[in-house]
């Protein structure tokens, strides 16, 4: 196996906060380690086209307090070519690049995996998504920070339906994943959850409501994973139609939930991440992500870690029909 003596950073996908911390981590340890560390900008993106930089230590100096990444971020559709995957390994030869660390989420992932079987580059991933949304790890970097955020909005949200005795639906990220939805209503004391993966939400809201909410709870607060079809306006448009007595708001969270200073949760988590991806390219490890299961770092393969199946734990869901009453 050839010495890895020069990686290349990149963050793709949505941005999560804590992608800086996780920056910072890799460039400080690879540094550490002899290694040479270049700075590839919107993502794969960059690596197409050639938006690549050496980076120091200063480089990423006072960042890790930061939301967004300092190195951009994008959606590549190039990279989903054959074509455009050519073009990126040039340039990584171009730049003497050995090893990628992509930051990102499963998309990201998965693009990193067909890459590596491709132009056989060692390629190691770590979980940067909000959406908390990877197999094997327990949690994903930006993940505590988009929770604690929506959980400040909802509190907020609750004072002035409160108020009005107003029915919220407030929909949440989380396309295909529910650990957002489900774990922000259990934290804001929301009455219920519905997430992409569970029907329990729907038939919980119809109860709830069916029997005329509670008397001395007039409000109340449905949290809902974002989706195209069925959103909160789609679970409102129904409340208002069956319930025409009840009045009945929405609150669409949107990219304020992605933003912001990263907790010191999400900051320990993508500087250990950090650290042990670039531990992972010294032990010869390739082609896997780097996550952490009850506190213990872990390597998982790209096939396991981008499986669309993380389970979200039952009693969590089940816990709603207690906690709501
Ligand atoms: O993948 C993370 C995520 O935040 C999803 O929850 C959301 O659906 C999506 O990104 C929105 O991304 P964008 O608006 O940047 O395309």
């Known amino acids: 196996m050839s010495k890895i003596n020069t990686i290349g950073v990149l ?18 340890a690879a540094i550490a380690n002899g290694m040479k560390v270049m700075g590839i900008y919107r993502g794969y993106e960059g690596l197409i086209n050639d938006e690549i930089a050496e980076f120091t230590t200063e480089n990423v100096s006072n960042i890790i307090q930061r939301g967004g990444t300092i190195l951009k971020t994008a959606r590549s559709k190039e990279f989903m070519t054959v074509e455009g995957r050519e073009r990126a390994y040039q340039n990584m030869k171009k730049h003497g690049i050995d090893a990628l660390i992509v930051i ?85 004391g929301a009455e219920v959850a519905i997430i992409p993966e569970d029907t329990t939400g729907a038939d919980q809201l119809d109860n709830f409501i069916g029997r005329g909410i509670r008397k001395s709870k007039k409000s109340c607060i449905v949290i809902v994973s974002e989706s195209p079809k069925c959103g909160a306006m ?6 208002k139609k069956d ?32 650290v042990g991806a670039v531990q992972a390219l010294i032990d010869g490890q390739r082609n896997v992500m780097v996550g952490v299961k009850n506190d213990e770092i872990v390597y998982v393969p790209f096939v396991n870690a981008i499986k669309s199946d993380k389970p979200l734990k039952k009693e969590y869901i089940d816990a709603m029909t207690v906690l709501s009453l």
């Open 243 to 274: 319930y025409p007595g009840y009045d009945v708001r929405v609150s669409i969270l949107g990219h304020l939930q992605r933003g912001g200073s990263p907790t010191a949760g999400d900051r320990i988590l993508a500087s250990m991440l950090g």
């Open 11 to 28: 963050t793709s996908g949505g941005d999560a906060p804590g992608m800086n911390a996780a920056i910072r981590a890799v460039t400080r």
């Open 104 to 188: 990102g989420g499963n998309g990201s992932l998965s693009g990193a995996r067909e890459f590596a079987q491709e132009h056989d580059v060692p390629c190691i991933g770590l979980p940067g998504t909000v959406d908390n949304d990877l197999n094997g790890t327990d949690l994903t970097i930006g993940y505590d920070t988009c929770l604690n955020t929506i959980t400040e909005c909802v509190d907020k949200i609750r004072d002035t339906a409160t108020s009005h005795e107003r029915i919220f639906f407030v929909e949440v990220m989380g396309r295909d994943a529910g650990f957002l939805a489900q774990n922000s209503a259990i934290a804001t």
């Open 234 to 239: 789609y679970y409102a448009d129904r409340v």
